[in-house]
């Protein structure tokens, strides 16, 4: 009862300052929230009571003897908090078979979808965060380090703790432990791809994490401020309000139709003599953004930005990134130019997380060939582990039927004329007739170059026939042939010269032979995925391990050398991932959507009601209760009184 009357005096009190009609409305969002932590902080209170310490320190063994199965989990992003929410309790509980821990150097979850979102004020960082201890099991335990080595032999971590303690020079900084476990699930997501462009590093930021997002915002804020200043000439104003973005993917796109509802929405208004300098502009290798789409969808895309405004320098290949400038080739002319700005942000490409590939090198040889992620099982398990170690999300891709080992069959279908090569022409046939099975075959065309024509448009135009097969597989390996001059880790294109044939104008054409195929084969398939790397993805994983574990428990067993895993049974169903569509910010309130299935009657949504679905998508997808409604708040605040652009 103390608790609520200081809670209602506080609200009070309040009242009483809300001197603005603004601030009746924050105040009764206000009182609204501190209703939910006061109902949530008696409701825990009273589950409290029934338990003691000891309650809460489970059991190092089961009912049968055996130690319980320690669970490590590596990460807190969408695939580690899907897989703990999703676990049974029971198997938790002090008398259960699993004992979880989750070691990860962010102690919060983040909704990623939304960080375009926070980076330019729509909604603010804590809306979309939310501590990952509240969703740890009673019985379970949260590490706040980072995980800085794997030892698969003696299963054990080695964490380390990297977060500066202020005041205390930084003693706790640096301190490494050893964490045991009998299961690890990699979890650790993926890391920025800069495609060793120059300057990328120095010269951009980057929306990859809340901390990204925060700085981005700040630097929106100090350019206009900057801007404002007498001090200032017109040629420096015309610089500092020139926005770049990098990438024309889902990231790329909504960060830049945020901006720009941003800055047209609040800043010119409070910045009237800057609104006519202000340009935001887009950079991507392809004719159209959201390439990857529907062509439907990416034409409607492409048009809206330039209707609002925004600049679109399309079907450009990056080489530097320099102090205020983007050094760019255009691939028609293949002339170089430069993209001056104030703030160039990148989005786009992904790589491996440093982890995942020193984890990669510690498997035994030929286990893990994949230079992006963890090759799994069709049972999440890494290969070359023996079922202790299992891996989703960005970490991982899972195991299909290759076309390299359906090579032989696919070349003789191919080689229509028996000449013993194959030509362009025949490659296109043999992937409209494969495109099913083997989609990446559009990629393999894609990179014959054929009839001599740009290797980022044809791939362009492979895309657009594959979309419904190839959507988010290959927007990787595109990018590594499009961004960069060098880049020998990641080059997938093999050096080996292509065989050539005649073609009808009597010009050359690139061919090639049986086992050019299978290397070209072979390259390629290291850096594709089987699934795209998405939130929706992870989150699918993340439930279906929960399920896998409480259907085929993973329980100690004895052996020889002491009690071992013996991995998640055969029989067990096999993770099947469902495409549930895709939604994309482009501004205006306005979004588009890519559906998951079409049959003819259904084709691309777009406009103002697809607009209201995102909104409605993005909040009621939170994780909690508090976040849909934090989000909701913001929203909301944003439509009625603006976005804060306060320095804080």
């Known amino acids: 009862m103390t608790g609520a009357m200081c809670v209602y005096s506080a609200l009070f009190m309040r009242f009483a300052l809300a001197i603005r009609p603004r601030n009746y409305l924050l105040f009764a969002c206000h009182a609204a929230n501190e209703t939910v932590q006061l109902y949530n902080l008696q409701r825990w209170q009273r589950h409290a009571k029934g338990w003691s310490v000891s309650d809460r320190e489970a059991d190092t063994h089961t009912p049968s003897g055996l130690p319980r199965t320690r669970i490590v989990v590596l990460g807190s992003g969408w695939g580690a908090i899907?897989?703990?929410?999703?676990?049974?309790?029971?198997?938790?509980?002090?008398?259960?078979?699993?004992?979880?821990?989750?070691?990860?150097?962010?102690?919060?979850f983040l909704y990623t979808p939304l960080l375009p979102s926070a980076a330019t004020g729509t909604v603010e960082p804590r809306s979309i965060v939310d501590p990952v201890r509240s969703h740890i099991p009673d019985t379970g335990n949260y590490l706040e380090a980072e995980c800085v080595d794997v030892d698969p032999v003696g299963k054990s971590i080695t964490c380390r703790y990297n977060k500066p303690f202020r005041g205390h020079s930084n003693e706790f900084t640096g301190r490494e432990f050893n964490v045991p476990y009998d299961v690890l699930v990699v979890a650790v997501g993926s890391v920025t791809n800069t495609f060793n462009v120059p300057g990328v590093e120095e010269n951009c930021f980057f929306l990859k994490d809340m901390e990204g997002a925060k700085a981005l915002r700040q630097r929106i804020n100090e350019c206009f401020e900057i801007s404002a200043l007498p001090s200032t000439s017109p040629e420096e104003r015309k610089r500092l309000l020139t926005f770049v973005v990098v990438g024309g993917g889902p990231t790329g796109v909504e960060l830049a139709a945020e901006m720009h509802d941003y800055i047209k929405e609040d800043l010119v208004h409070l910045f009237p003599s800057l609104k006519d300098i202000v340009r935001v502009r887009l950079v991507d290798t392809h004719d159209h953004v959201l390439s990857t789409y529907d062509r439907q969808i990416a034409i409607y895309a492409t048009d809206q930005f330039q209707r609002q405004g925004i600049e679109l320098v399309m079907g450009c290949r990056v080489n530097e990134v320099q102090?205020?400038?983007?050094?760019?080739?255009?691939?028609?002319?293949?002339?170089?130019?430069?993209?001056?700005?104030?703030?160039?942000?990148?989005?786009?490409?992904?790589k491996m997380h440093p982890l995942v590939g020193k984890l990669a090198k510690t498997l035994p040889q030929g286990a893990q060939e994949h230079w992006k992620s963890l090759k799994t099982d069709q049972f999440l398990q890494v290969q070359g582990t023996g079922g202790t170690i299992l891996a989703m999300g960005d970490a991982a891709t899972v195991a299909q039927d290759t076309a390299l080992n359906h090579a032989e069959r696919l070349f003789a279908q191919g080689d229509t004329n028996g000449d013993g090569v194959l030509n362009c022409e025949e490659v296109i046939a043999l992937m409209l007739k494969a495109r099913k099975q083997f989609p990446m075959l559009a990629e393999f065309a894609a990179r014959m170059n054929c009839g001599g024509a740009d290797v980022a448009s044809t791939s362009s135009f492979m895309r657009e026939m594959m979309h419904s097969q190839t959507r988010g597989s290959y927007d990787n390996?595109?990018?590594?042939?499009?961004?960069?001059?060098?880049?020998?880790?990641?080059?997938?294109?093999?050096?080996?010269?292509?065989?050539?044939?005649?073609?009808?104008?009597?010009?050359?054409?690139?061919?090639?032979?049986?086992?050019?195929?299978?290397?070209?084969?072979?390259?390629?398939?290291?850096?594709?995925?089987?699934?795209?790397?998405?939130?929706?993805?992870?989150?699918?994983?993340?439930?279906?391990?929960?399920?896998?574990?409480?259907?085929?428990?993973?329980?100690?067993?004895?052996?020889?050398?002491?009690?071992?895993?013996?991995?998640?049974?055969?029989?067990?169903?096999?993770?099947?991932?469902?495409?549930?569509?895709?939604?994309?910010?482009?501004?205006?309130?306005?979004?588009?959507?890519?559906?998951?299935?079409?049959?003819?009657?259904?084709?691309?949504?777009?406009?103002?009601?697809?607009?209201?679905?995102?909104?409605?998508?993005?909040?009621?997808?939170?994780?909690?209760?508090?976040n849909m409604y934090l989000v909701s708040r913001d929203l909301i605040k944003t439509k009625v009184f603006g976005r804060d652009v306060s320095d804080v």
Not at 92 to 105: E, F, I, Q
Not at 589 to 618: H, R, T
């Open 82 to 108: 899907s897989f703990l929410r999703s676990l049974d309790p029971k198997l938790t509980s002090a008398v259960g078979p699993y004992d979880v821990t989750l070691v990860s150097p962010r102690n919060y």
């Open 323 to 350: 102090p205020g400038q983007v050094v760019v080739t255009d691939a028609p002319t293949n002339t170089k130019k430069n993209v001056e700005f104030g703030t160039c942000i990148w989005t786009t490409g992904i």
């Open 477 to 626: 390996v595109i990018a590594t042939q499009t961004f960069g001059d060098e880049d020998e880790e990641e080059e997938v294109v093999s050096n080996e010269p292509l065989a050539s044939t005649s073609g009808d104008a009597g010009t050359e054409q690139p061919a090639m032979t049986l086992e050019q195929f299978k290397e070209q084969l072979k390259e390629l398939e290291k850096g594709l995925r089987s699934l795209p790397a998405t939130a929706q993805v992870a989150a699918q994983q993340g439930k279906y391990l929960a399920q896998v574990l409480k259907d085929n428990p993973l329980v100690l067993q004895p052996g020889p050398n002491g009690p071992t895993i013996r991995g998640i049974s055969p029989n067990a169903n096999p993770f099947n991932y469902v495409h549930l569509g895709s939604l994309a910010y482009i501004g205006a309130d306005k979004a588009v959507m890519d559906p998951a299935y079409k049959d003819g009657q259904v084709g691309a949504l777009k406009g103002w009601l697809m607009g209201f679905a995102w909104k409605g998508v993005e909040t009621f997808m939170q994780i909690s209760v508090k």
